[in-house]
């Protein structure tokens, strides 16, 4: 009887045991399908807790920002009366040059005898004050001149710390990618992916172009003519010399041009002139012979 009840007891265990081991088995089949499944969830939680990584980071650099280093975006406007548009356009290109600095674009337009010029000019920022300056010296006066600065500490902080939150995303992205075994987990990585890299491409680029802005200030130029046009008779008179000159000139040109004229007339038509010469000389010596004969008779 005892040895029947360990029978049972021992079949019991073993019973006991596959089960278990059945169960583990699935479990572990079970867990490893979802942690596959769920690589895009991990991904979006990853990212929140990046964001807000970021976000106290940024509070934390804004407490230790030095106003020394604020990133400033500068823009001058000026409007300046001209006497001499063409030579102003000129000095300032050379200026702009000399410092370092880009000409954007230069354009002029002339209506009703109303001419203008416009310029835009990068330079460096340090230069705006003293630039600004020459260009006043360089004008008659100054019809308006308007510079703004725009502070892009903030935007440009921020957009570094999320940059470095969306690269760390990226490389837990790639990690997920090389473990991928099914198709479907790889295509949805490769998805989330792209648009994590889109979005850091988005932020270089506009962290370039701040970059820039801040180094180097825009400057809107636009020049008016106010030189004075003397018209009609003063104007003449301050040239009477030039005139007399001038009229004494084509007297000469057309005294020579005439007597050229005349040379090639007598040379190109010769034969002619030669024949009929002789048709009238023979005429003139008939008719005075005539006239001899009647006055003799």
């Given at each position: 009887?005892?040895?029947?009840?360990?029978?049972?007891?021992?079949?019991?265990?073993?019973?006991?045991?596959?089960?278990?081991?059945?169960?583990?088995?699935?479990?572990?089949?079970?867990?490893?399908?979802?942690?596959?499944?769920?690589?895009?969830?991990?991904?979006?939680?990853?990212?929140?807790?990046?964001?807000?990584t970021a976000t106290e980071e940024q509070a934390?650099?804004?407490?230790?920002?030095?106003?020394?280093?604020?990133?400033?975006m500068y823009h001058a406007r000026l409007t300046l009366n001209i006497k001499d548009i063409d030579g102003a356009v000129e000095d300032i290109t050379s200026r702009t040059n000399q410092i370092n600095g880009y000409v954007v674009e230069t354009t002029s337009?002339?209506?009703?005898?109303?001419?203008q010029s416009h310029m835009t000019v990068r330079i460096p920022n340090p230069e705006l004050q003293s630039?600004?300056?020459?260009?006043?010296?360089?004008?008659?006066?100054?019809?308006?001149?308007?510079?703004?600065?725009?502070?892009?500490?903030e935007e440009y902080t921020d957009l570094e710390s999320r940059l470095k939150a969306k690269k760390a995303v990226e490389n837990r992205l790639l990690e997920f990618m090389k473990g991928a075994e099914k198709t479907e987990d790889l295509l949805n990585?490769?998805?989330?992916?792209?648009?994590?890299?889109?979005?850091?491409?988005?932020?270089?680029?506009?962290?370039?172009?701040?970059?820039?802005?801040?180094?180097?200030?825009e400057v809107t130029i636009t020049l008016k003519d106010i030189s004075v046009n003397v018209p009609g008779i003063a104007e003449k008179d301050l040239q009477t010399g030039e005139r007399i000159q001038k009229a004494f000139t084509n007297s000469l040109n057309q005294l020579s041009s005439f007597f050229s004229g005349l040379i090639v007339f007598l040379i190109g038509y010769s034969p002619f002139l030669i024949i009929l010469a002789?048709?009238?000389?023979?005429?003139?010596?008939?008719?005075?012979?005539?006239?001899?004969?009647?006055?003799?008779?």
């Amino acid at each position: 009887m005892k040895w029947f009840m360990k029978l049972g007891m021992i079949c019991t265990i073993l019973v006991l045991a596959a089960c278990s081991s059945d169960d583990t088995g699935k479990s572990e089949e079970s867990s490893r399908l979802d942690q596959a499944d769920s690589s895009a969830d991990m991904v979006q939680t990853n990212e929140k807790g990046q964001d807000q990584t970021a976000t106290e980071e940024q509070a934390e650099n804004q407490k230790d920002t030095n106003t020394d280093n604020r990133m400033i975006m500068y823009h001058a406007r000026l409007t300046l009366n001209i006497k001499d548009i063409d030579g102003a356009v000129e000095d300032i290109t050379s200026r702009t040059n000399q410092i370092n600095g880009y000409v954007v674009e230069t354009t002029s337009t002339n209506r009703d005898q109303h001419v203008q010029s416009h310029m835009t000019v990068r330079i460096p920022n340090p230069e705006l004050q003293s630039f600004t300056k020459e260009l006043e010296k360089l004008s008659e006066k100054v019809v308006e001149k308007h510079v703004r600065g725009e502070d892009v500490t903030e935007e440009y902080t921020d957009l570094e710390s999320r940059l470095k939150a969306k690269k760390a995303v990226e490389n837990r992205l790639l990690e997920f990618m090389k473990g991928a075994e099914k198709t479907e987990d790889l295509l949805n990585i490769s998805k989330d992916l792209a648009k994590v890299q889109e979005e850091i491409e988005q932020m270089e680029g506009r962290m370039k172009y701040l970059e820039n802005r801040t180094e180097f200030a825009e400057v809107t130029i636009t020049l008016k003519d106010i030189s004075v046009n003397v018209p009609g008779i003063a104007e003449k008179d301050l040239q009477t010399g030039e005139r007399i000159q001038k009229a004494f000139t084509n007297s000469l040109n057309q005294l020579s041009s005439f007597f050229s004229g005349l040379i090639v007339f007598l040379i190109g038509y010769s034969p002619f002139l030669i024949i009929l010469a002789i048709f009238g000389g023979s005429i003139w010596f008939f008719k005075n012979r005539k006239n001899k004969k009647d006055t003799e008779s």
